[in-house]
């Protein structure tokens, strides 16, 4: 998970504010894309979208949730969801 997510030619990906990488390998390894729970469509680059967001497996591993901050309007305001963390059976 990354406030904003980039190609190799330094464009603005098409997933970003919507992926969080999954692996389950202890960090080694390939890791894979996955669906973010919460979709930060802002592409403002400052402290608030996106920034720092947090997730938390579930016991099992196969869900997480995600707390994320987007804008509304002018103020930044937290949003959460779980979603599949794309590890075995989630």
Same mark, same amino acid.
């Given at each position: 998970?990354?406030?904003?997510?980039?190609?190799?030619? +330094? $464009?603005?990906?098409?997933?970003? +504010? #919507?992926?969080?990488? !999954?692996?389950? #390998?202890?960090?080694?390894?390939?890791?894979?894309?996955?669906?973010?729970?919460?979709?930060?469509?802002?592409?403002?680059?400052?402290?608030?979208?996106? &920034?720092?967001?947090?997730?938390?497996?579930? $016991?099992?591993?196969? #869900?997480?949730?995600?707390? !994320?901050?987007? &804008?509304?309007?002018?103020? +930044?305001?937290? &949003?959460?969801?779980?979603?599949?963390?794309?590890? !075995?059976? +989630?």
């Amino acid at each position: 998970m990354g406030q904003v997510m980039y190609n190799r030619d +330094g $464009t603005v990906a098409a997933g970003s +504010g #919507r992926t969080i990488w !999954a692996n389950s #390998r202890g960090g080694t390894g390939p890791w894979q894309e996955v669906a973010a729970p919460v979709a930060v469509g802002s592409t403002t680059v400052d402290h608030c979208p996106n &920034y720092s967001s947090a997730l938390l497996p579930s $016991t099992d591993g196969t #869900r997480v949730l995600e707390i !994320a901050i987007d &804008y509304d309007g002018m103020v +930044g305001k937290p &949003y959460f969801a779980t979603g599949s963390s794309g590890t !075995a059976g +989630g």
